[in-house]
């Protein structure tokens, strides 16, 4: 079993910015890809940014150029740095672990962008 706990969701205003952090724990292997998703009120949980243990990353359109995911794998953890943050961007941020067994969800951060 694994497990995710995210943290850095809040309130800020469009422009600001917000850093999101996921720590797993647990049965992790070291191949894996590990990843945020979001969902806002009504709609469909998408991808935001996803990064495999090598370091490649995947973006949605919507958020390049300002949002930026890493990862620290000694800690097993992943990073989504949020910068010039819009009113659409306010949803529930989802970590996810994709791994060979199956993959994990976190339980969800809130992220609202007040314009």
């Known amino acids: 079993q694994v497990q995710l706990v995210e943290s850095g969701g809040g309130l800020v205003q469009a422009g600001g910015s917000l850093r999101l952090s996921c720590a797993a724990s647990?049965?992790?292997?070291?191949?894996?890809?590990m990843g945020w998703y979001r969902q806002a009120p009504g709609k469909q949980r998408e991808l935001v940014a996803r990064?495999?243990?090598?370091?490649?990353?995947n973006v949605a359109d919507s958020v390049k150029g300002r949002f930026a995911i890493s990862r620290d794998n000694a800690k097993n953890t992943v990073f989504l740095q949020m910068n010039s943050l819009k009113p659409e961007d306010t949803a529930v941020y989802y970590c996810?672990?994709?791994?060979?067994?199956?993959?994990?969800w976190g339980q969800g951060t809130q992220v609202t962008v007040s314009s």
């Open positions: 996810n672990i994709d791994q060979r067994d199956r993959d994990y």
């Open positions: 647990g049965r992790i292997f070291s191949v894996n890809v």
């Open positions: 990064i495999t243990s090598g370091g490649t990353t």
